[in-house]
């Protein structure tokens, strides 16, 4: 599926989009208009089956993605909103600030600013991150995560996934739909351009049944069905619930966090053409 057909463009005007307010309506209609051209979507059916909401697990190249992924995605599931985790840091740059908060992000505070007196702008107090997300989940709204938790321009090479996008999918009962975006002209020039034709690889839809149960046990559980279980029913309604406090439990869980994230970077790896060594 292209978005810079003729079909398409005129699909992307069509749409209504009614869930967003009528200026960022245009605004993505816009972005998507003009850059449509570089989008390539393959196996978009599967985008069609993945039930709602989800986490959709994305590998990250450059700047210019940031912008049109989301627009695409927004505009593929006609308007519904999907919360990327985006750096505090974008917030206060005005166009693009301005239109990462039209799909209500969570913004993430673990890291500095590069540039040191940005610093001064980073709020005291930072919500949770996986409370937000249990939130949206809960609102029926989707999820948006980078697991490299940062750019990589490396052309074949992954970073490590971090371990909170495992613990975020055992806190949720959603699947997750890995999707690799790979860029035609990495292998020609060797390097990750700043804006060129990428293709959204869409993977299956992953549900860490039998990790989930795990989880659960994990935290006190006699039962084995997560859905009889009522300490992870209360993850999965995105509320609060008891904590391994042993250091052996602890270890087990970073653990359970990490499998989870490999297992979902492999998924990504074999989607976008860069190896996943770890």
Not at 152 to 181: A, D, F, W
């Given at each position: ?158 970073m ?21 975006i ?44 997560e ?23 602890r ?18 790896s ?9």
């Amino acid at each position: 599926m292209w978005l810079g057909s003729f079909k398409a463009k005129r699909d992307i005007l069509s749409a209504p989009l009614r869930k967003i307010n009528f200026i960022a309506r245009w605004t993505l209609k816009f972005v998507l208009f003009m850059f449509g051209r570089l989008i390539y979507i393959d196996n978009p059916q599967r985008l069609k089956n993945c039930p709602w909401p989800a986490i959709f697990a994305l590998n990250h190249n450059n700047y210019s993605e940031s912008i049109l992924v989301p627009c695409t995605l927004i505009l593929f599931y006609g308007g519904k909103l999907i919360s990327f985790l985006v750096h505090w840091v974008f917030k206060l740059f005005p166009f693009i600030g301005w239109m990462l908060k039209q799909i209500n992000p969570i913004w993430i505070y673990n890291r500095r600013a590069r540039v040191g007196w940005i610093n001064k702008f980073k709020p005291f107090r930072r919500p949770d991150i996986f409370e937000q997300a249990r939130l949206r989940l809960r609102q029926g709204q989707s999820i948006g995560i980078f697991p490299e938790g940062t750019r990589n321009n490396n052309p074949y090479k992954l970073m490590r996934g971090r371990m909170g996008l495992g613990r975020m999918v055992l806190e949720s009962h959603v699947p997750v739909l890995p999707i690799g975006i790979d860029f035609p002209g990495k292998d020609r020039r060797r390097k990750i351009p700043v804006l060129g034709k990428m293709i959204l690889k869409i993977g299956k839809p992953l549900y860490f049944t039998d990790e989930r149960k795990k989880f659960g046990r994990m935290h006190g559980s006699e039962d084995e069905n997560e859905t009889e279980n009522p300490r992870l029913q209360r993850v999965r309604t995105g509320g609060n619930f008891p904590r391994p406090v042993g250091s052996h439990d602890r270890k087990q869980l970073l653990v359970l966090y990490a499998e989870v994230s490999h297992r979902i970077m492999k998924e990504i790896s074999g989607l976008c053409g860069k190896k996943y060594p770890y």
